[in-house]
């Protein structure tokens, strides 16, 4: 399941529990809106609730970031997994966004937020 809340430039994805592929549509469906009618958008990735997600999940989401990563200035992921973070460094390598991983979500969001432009 997930949540997706929007601040100004930044949206926040929260996943609880097992991060599907009709989760992964939705977001893709959000995300995509933005930027398509409202301009580049930065992205907070809130995993700390994440439990598990489908292999299906991983693939969208290298193909996602190949082919929308550059609508995006700034990625932030919040996890304590190592698996998370080590999935966040491969899909950085499809993007031309700025992408982190942080432990604390407040530090996360407050990166986030910062201007489109910086």
Same mark, same amino acid.
């Given at each position: 399941?997930?949540?997706?809340?929007?601040? @100004?430039n930044? =949206?926040? /994805? +929260?996943?609880?529990?097992?991060f599907?592929?009709? #989760?992964?549509n939705?977001?893709?469906?959000? $995300?995509?809106?933005?930027?398509?009618?409202?301009?580049?958008?930065?992205?907070?990735?809130?995993?700390?609730?994440?439990? @598990?997600?489908? =292999?299906? /999940? +991983?693939w969208?989401?290298?193909?996602?970031?190949? #082919?929308?990563?550059s609508?995006?200035?700034r $990625?932030?992921?919040?996890?304590?997994?190592?698996?998370?973070?080590?999935?966040?460094?491969?899909?950085?390598?499809?993007?031309?966004?700025? =992408?982190? /991983?942080f432990?604390?979500?407040?530090?996360?969001?407050?990166?986030?937020?910062?201007?489109?432009?910086?």
């Open positions: 399941m997930i949540t997706i809340q929007k601040k @100004d930044l =949206v926040i /994805v +929260a996943v609880i529990g097992e599907t592929l009709a #989760d992964y939705e977001f893709e469906q959000q $995300v995509l809106y933005q930027s398509h009618f409202e301009g580049e958008a930065n992205l907070l990735f809130d995993w700390r609730d994440m439990l @598990d997600y489908t =292999v299906d /999940v +991983a969208e989401e290298i193909k996602f970031m190949r #082919d929308h990563g609508e995006f200035n $990625v932030a992921i919040v996890t304590d997994d190592e698996w998370q973070a080590w999935g966040a460094w491969v899909s950085n390598l499809f993007t031309n966004a700025n =992408v982190l /991983v432990h604390n979500y407040e530090e996360a969001e407050e990166w986030a937020s910062d201007s489109v432009n910086s």
